[in-house]
């Protein structure tokens, strides 16, 4: 079935740093790729999403790349603060069969003031 | 405007019992979908329902049920519970347009007793 890997699972930074996290997934059909952050005991948060048509997305500290021949994308953090230390998800829309948000398990990123 | 809404917050239940979880999406957002949340697991998909319609299923047994109202507030229900379903549900509210725009409610903590 459809599948979304995520790397690595958990992740430490110091203050300041750079953060990279990566996802692969199966269905190259999927054309939607949403990341999302979750502190502890909240819900998770839409942070940043890009499509099948762009290569790369930036948001002030936050960005996307997409390479759809590999089927990965991959979330960076620039610039890290204290307050990013949460749990990021990634996720594919997947389309084959049945469309629906697939989610990696998670990466706990913590940043070390 | 408003967010997704998820009653109740947290529900204790004994073996063998039912559940019923409610999640009001985001005025306008026709779809939601249905999350289930784990630590082992992370977040798993168990279906969507748009317009009334449940549109994708996810690989749960069919204790797991849900259904969508004219008014696209979605209920889950769960029967004959099992140790195991104790995890945090969450609803996703969509616009199912071009932005997609998966938006979390804060989730029900089920406690299986």
């Known amino acids: 079935g459809e599948n979304v890997e995520q790397h690595p699972s958990t992740l430490s930074v110091q203050e300041g740093d750079s953060a990279v996290i990566k996802c692969t997934y199966s269905d190259s059909a999927s054309n939607y790729f949403p990341w999302y952050k979750q502190e502890l005991g909240k819900r998770p948060q839409l942070i940043i999403d890009i499509r099948s048509n762009v290569g790369e997305k930036k948001d002030q500290r936050i960005a996307v790349t997409l390479n759809k021949t590999a089927k990965h994308f991959s979330l960076h953090i620039t610039e890290t603060q204290p307050e990013d230390s949460a749990v990021y998800f990634c996720a594919a829309l997947t389309q084959g069969g049945s469309e629906k948000l697939v989610f990696g398990k998670g990466t706990k990123l913590t940043v070390n003031p | 405007k408003a967010g997704v809404t998820q009653t109740p917050r947290y529900l204790i239940k004994t073996r063998g019992q039912q559940v019923t979880l409610s999640c009001s999406p985001i005025?306008?957002?026709?779809?939601v979908s249905w999350y289930q949340q784990t630590p082992g697991q992370g977040l798993q998909f168990l279906f969507e329902y748009f317009s009334e319609t449940q549109r994708n299923k996810g690989n749960f047994p069919g204790r797991f049920s849900g259904r969508q109202f004219s008014n696209s507030r979605s209920e889950m229900n769960v029967s004959t519970l099992e140790l195991g379903d104790s995890a945090l549900y969450l609803c996703?509210?969509?616009?199912?347009?071009?932005?997609?725009?998966?938006?979390f409610g804060s989730g029900t903590r089920l406690t299986v007793v």
């Open positions: 996703a509210s969509s616009p199912r347009t071009e932005s997609y725009g998966y938006t």
């Open positions: 005025s306008g957002h026709r779809s």
